[in-house]
């Protein structure tokens, strides 16, 4: 069994998707991090960035009693590994998954979470971050369109943890379809995946409080979110 932490958002739910495409049981453990609850000294012995997703697998294939796993990256590939799918066996398109896996999480996730932090919670608007984060994320959207007109997925021909990774935080809006035809194509074949619906639905479904266009915390949220509760939580 594994237990999943879990917040909805898509680095969480990317690992709900795999859980739910490897078919492997998990405990679903809900943390709302607008109230503070992933800042807890027993959540920082399982994950010290205390962020989620984290699992703890009760059944580690090397054995030695349970094993906490961070990072949803590292969460993808551990899964992987544990099962021996969702990572090309040929050692090239294994590398070439890595690859995008990497680039999911060192670009798109990155640039994605400061453009959403400008727009969406700034208190105040700050132009030049917006202009430059929303055109980094436009930049990144051209690579990935350039990449899946070479390929049907990221990694090559097999769907793998690298669309995982890259999927859940590329929700197109269809009227981008005709600007990014691959894209929309990929997105669109990926959203009708049983596992992904899984993945997505009652308990890991996203609130509406973590999708508002312009959000207005309250004290305790910001400081959960983005201030000094976040900052001792590691000094405990």
Do not use: C
Request: glycine share 6%; no cysteine.
């Amino acid at each position: 069994m594994i237990d999943l932490h879990f917040t909805p958002t898509p680095n969480a739910q990317r690992v709900s998707i795999a859980l739910e495409e490897l078919e492997l049981p998990y405990n679903l453990i809900a943390y709302d991090i607008f109230e503070g609850h992933q800042h807890t000294a027993e959540f920082g012995r399982i994950n010290p960035n205390h962020k989620l997703p984290a699992i703890v697998d009760h059944d580690p294939p090397f054995g030695g009693g349970p094993h906490a796993v961070f990072e949803s990256a590292a969460i993808l590939q551990y899964l992987a590994e544990k099962t021996g799918r969702l990572l090309p066996a040929d050692p090239r398109a294994r590398s070439v998954a890595i690859q995008w896996l990497t680039w999911q999480v060192a670009n798109v996730g990155p640039m994605g979470g400061q453009a959403a932090h400008f727009t969406r919670y700034a208190p105040e608007p700050v132009p030049y971050a917006i202009e430059r984060y929303t055109k980094e994320l436009a930049r990144l959207l051209t690579i990935l369109e350039r990449r899946l007109g070479e390929a049907r997925y990221l990694a090559g021909d097999e769907y793998s943890i690298a669309d995982i990774a890259a999927w859940p935080g590329r929700w197109m809006p269809a009227e981008q379809a005709e600007q990014y035809p691959n894209t929309w194509r990929w997105f669109s074949e990926i959203a009708e995946r049983p596992a992904v619906k899984r993945g997505r639905e009652a308990d890991m479904a996203v609130p509406a409080k973590y999708m508002q266009r312009k959000a207005t915390l309250s004290a305790d949220q910001w400081s959960n979110l983005f201030g000094e509760t976040m900052l001792n939580a590691v000094k405990l």
